[in-house]
């Protein structure tokens, strides 16, 4: 782990050099008109400065993300375009938001050019301005601590959403998987995702009486279960957007998150099903 923050360190030293070099240009030069304008990697913007993806990754991300026609894909500081245009061409609806108009401009017409404006769409805004809270599936190539600015907002996101980060992790929000690009991909060619969880964490009471615990880290869970008077640990808590498995005692049970009520299974059959209701956090 300190090998990787070692590295994602350096990277940020990176984006903020070629900030810096991209800086002084645009003081020294008038800004290109749209029709001619060429994005220059490392260039500086708001709050990051822009690197484009590799197409290899962004196809990975996408797949790793589970990307279907049925999905919303909003995709933060979208630059030139191209995760949300790949994603239209998979015939997936897409909203790209991005802060230098230029880059709208750019890809706007590259949508065009590719023959998916009808669902590749991309507007101008800041990324913490912008409700992004109808997406499906966000994607993002941002520096760690603008990832950590968001992370609040995307936990409250409807549970299964799927988030998919370039490169940057969450801080101490573990990711649910990670993979390399792979191929003649050379630099910013890991991506991580996430699944966002159902919240959990509070007082569970079953028809009988007893009750479970939980206290919730993103998506593990650990706690106790009583009943009876007597206590068990609850272990190895997990969840997978509303999907919840855990063990008590024992038992290993399964089942699903739908909002103040879990209703569990013990897939072998030798424990009793339950269903608890939250009832204090």
Request: include cysteine; aromatic fraction near 8%; charged fraction near 20%.
């Amino acid at each position: 782990m300190r090998a990787i923050r070692t590295w994602a360190a350096a990277c940020v030293i990176s984006l903020a050099a070629l900030g810096a070099a991209a800086a002084q240009v645009a003081t020294a030069e008038k800004p290109a008109a749209p029709s001619a304008y060429v994005p220059q990697s490392g260039q500086a913007g708001k709050d990051v400065v822009w690197v484009p993806s590799p197409q290899a990754l962004v196809d990975r991300m996408l797949d790793m993300g589970g990307a279907t026609k049925e999905d919303y894909l909003i995709d933060l500081g979208s630059g030139d375009g191209r995760t949300v245009i790949t994603a239209a061409k998979r015939g997936i609806r897409a909203l790209g938001v991005e802060y230098n108009p230029d880059l709208v401009a750019l890809s706007l017409k590259a949508a065009e050019e590719a023959g998916v404006s009808d669902r590749a769409k991309f507007v101008q805004g800041d990324i913490f301005e912008t409700n992004f809270s109808e997406a499906t599936l966000l994607t993002l190539f941002l520096l760690p601590d603008l990832n950590l600015r968001l992370r609040p907002t995307i936990l409250e996101m409807k549970p299964g959403t799927r988030v998919v980060s370039n490169t940057f992790t969450m801080g101490d929000w573990n990711p649910d998987q990670s993979i390399d690009a792979g191929g003649d991909c050379t630099s910013f060619c890991r991506a991580h995702k996430w699944v966002v969880p159902a919240k959990v964490g509070g007082t569970w009471r079953l028809p009988d009486g007893s009750e479970m615990k939980l206290t919730q880290k993103y998506q593990t869970f650990t706690g106790t279960f009583t009943s009876g008077g007597k206590e068990v640990a609850v272990r190895d808590g997990r969840l997978d957007g509303t999907a919840i498995s855990f063990s008590v005692g024992d038992a290993r049970y399964a089942g699903q998150v739908n909002g103040t009520r879990i209703e569990a299974t013990s897939p072998d059959g030798k424990s009793q099903s339950w269903t608890g209701v939250l009832s204090g956090t």
